[in-house]
């Protein structure tokens, strides 16, 4: 297996880093000690900073860390001519699974990424490859990335270390400030096609045909959302409850209704996190801090602080966790509203929510498609709205008023 073989639907973007990660390895194997040059040579398709971007689901963390692992291969076939990136060998390995003592992966369950991390992770990228090839830093979140954060992390990539690597992930160019973007080597991905993602589920996963084929379909090609639908009954019950909404929205009452609904709904999704994770994070800082058995879990002075901190983060990643399950649940209205909309205009574009027909055609026959275009356009400022930190309740009641106004 490649290192490749995750990445779905993205054939130009493999052969791209297969090429560049190729010229790294000629570089490392010749012994080159200078870092690739910041406005890297014509000839060369290696470079010190990438960028990658695409929509939700296109797979730029996984193009990422397929990227470092082939930056690692140590497979004996590249002295053979074969391109780095086998997958099997202990570099690509230990890379995919997380455990290359010369493969930093970042990623956050925050709103955002700060200074004080961001200075550790310049900090790492300073020092020399463990290894011996390369020290390649993964930012799966840089969009996330505060504007102090982002001016630490400036410095870096202006002037980058001998044999280090930036790979940055965002939504879009306009998600990463101007003066990184622009030191940076930029591949776009694409959404995957949906036949794609149902093989993947099928074959890595082992995922029932018609149920992957149904959760590709339904969440339009985004790989991790397909994954979740088609393995967790949770997920597709709740997915259940929110394309449930446009026919619950007839009165002010059954408006108000929905959308607490759909707040509550998040803020448990926020809560069975906190309940998985927070305990055994709590019970490990607790031993670290020496809270023994026997003193009553008592922790040793000067050490209050320290539990603060950890408590103050699990309200944030709660926080995150809320808003990321709420704004799911708003692409999935979105979803909807344009399955409407197709079925109104005699679109033969393949629909994404065929298991909820009966109700698109009832919500379609209801209405016209200007009303529908005014729909998604409620929901589209539903999710503007949170991302401007109004209150859920106030920005969901909002939106559903204007669903059922039209």
């Known amino acids: 297996m490649a290192v490749w073989d995750d990445l779905v639907g993205q054939d130009r973007v493999a052969a791209q880093l297969t090429a560049a990660a190729h010229d790294a390895d000629a570089l490392v194997t010749a012994g080159a000690s200078a870092e690739p040059a910041a406005e890297p040579m014509a000839s060369s398709k290696m470079t010190h900073a990438w960028l990658f971007t695409g929509p939700p689901g296109s797979g730029r963390a996984t193009a990422a860390r397929a990227f470092a692992a082939a930056l690692q291969c140590v497979s004996p076939d ?10 099997f060998c202990d570099g690509c390995h230990t890379a995919l699974v997380g455990t290359h003592a010369d493969v930093e992966v970042v990623r956050t369950d925050m709103l955002t990424i700060g200074v004080k991390e961001t200075r550790e ?12 090839r390369w020290q390649v830093i993964v930012m799966e979140d840089a969009d996330r990335l505060t504007e102090g954060a982002g001016n630490v992390l400036l410095k870096a990539v202006e002037e980058p270390a001998p044999r280090t690597v930036w790979l940055l992930c965002a939504p879009s160019l306009e998600d990463v400030l101007p003066t990184i973007r622009s030191r940076c080597r930029l591949l776009t991905l694409r959404t995957p096609p949906v036949d794609a993602v149902a093989d993947i589920l099928i074959r890595r996963d082992g995922i029932d045909p018609e149920l992957a084929a149904s959760a590709a379909r339904a969440t339009q090609g985004h790989i991790g959302r397909a994954r979740r639908l088609a393995t967790d009954e949770r997920a597709r019950t709740r997915r259940k409850a929110v394309l449930k909404l446009p026919l619950r929205i007839d009165d002010v009452g059954g408006c108000l209704k929905g959308a607490q609904e759909l707040v509550d709904a998040a803020a448990d999704d926020a809560k069975q996190v906190a309940e998985e994770v927070d305990a055994k994070e709590t ?3 607790r031993a670290a801090l020496g809270a023994a058995a026997g003193t009553g879990g008592r922790l040793p002075r000067g050490t209050a602080g320290a539990m603060k901190d950890l408590q103050d983060r699990q309200k944030r990643r709660a926080t995150r966790t809320q808003r990321d399950s709420l704004d799911l649940a708003l692409t999935e209205l979105t979803g909807f509203y344009r399955d409407v909309l197709a079925l109104q205009l005699g679109s033969q574009v393949a629909l994404a929510n065929t298991d909820v027909r009966d109700a698109l055609e009832r919500v379609a026959s209801g209405s016209k498609p200007e009303r529908t275009l005014r729909r998604i356009e409620a929901v589209s400022a539903c999710r503007e709205a949170l991302d401007r930190n109004v209150a859920p309740l ?3 009641e909002a939106m559903t008023m204007a669903l059922r106004a039209g």
């Not at 900090?123 to 020399?128: D, F, G």
């Open 394 to 396: 106030l920005a969901v």
């Open 121 to 132: 992770l310049v900090r790492r990228a300073q020092l020399s490859p463990a290894g011996g």
């Open 283 to 285: 019970e490990e800082l």
């Open 78 to 87: 590249r002295a053979l001519g074969g391109a780095p990136g086998c997958g």
